[in-house]
């Protein structure tokens, strides 16, 4: 079982930056498939990023150009930094992986965290 622990969240201004950490641990295997997702109230939850093993991503244009993603010292670390954040990006943010490809993955991760709490004031 695979346990994915986020951190990072907090509260800040229109225009400012966050960056959130997501670490796995637990897993036997190669984890595929990396995501972050975004739950605001009332909301559905929607995609954030999609990245593969190789590095490549996925992001929606509502945050394109505004959110990157790193690879930390160890493989089971992953970060999303957040900048120019707007008052829509307000949302509980998770982290979710998989071992299989993304193109299997991406519609019902196996693995998710408890999420973290991201609030942009205007």
């Known amino acids: 079982q695979v346990q994915l622990v986020e951190r990072g969240g907090g509260s800040v201004q229109a225009g400012g930056s966050l960056r959130l950490s997501c670490t796995a641990s637990?897993?036997?295997?190669?984890?595929?498939?990396l995501g972050w997702f975004r739950q605001a109230p009332g909301k559905e939850r929607e995609e954030v990023m999609i990245?593969?093993?190789?590095?490549?991503?996925t992001v929606p244009d509502s945050v394109k150009g505004r959110f990157t993603f790193s690879k930390g010292n160890t493989r089971n670390t992953l970060s999303l930094q957040m900048n120019s954040l707007k008052p829509e990006d307000t949302a509980i943010y998770y982290c979710?992986?998989?071992?299989?490809?993304?193109?299997?993955?991406?519609?019902?991760?196996?693995?998710w965290g408890q999420g973290t709490q991201v609030t942009v004031s205007s």
């Open positions: 990245i593969e093993r190789d590095g490549s991503a």
């Open positions: 979710a992986a998989d071992t299989r490809r993304c193109a299997q993955a991406r519609s019902a991760f196996a693995f």
């Open positions: 637990g897993s036997p295997y190669v984890l595929q498939c």
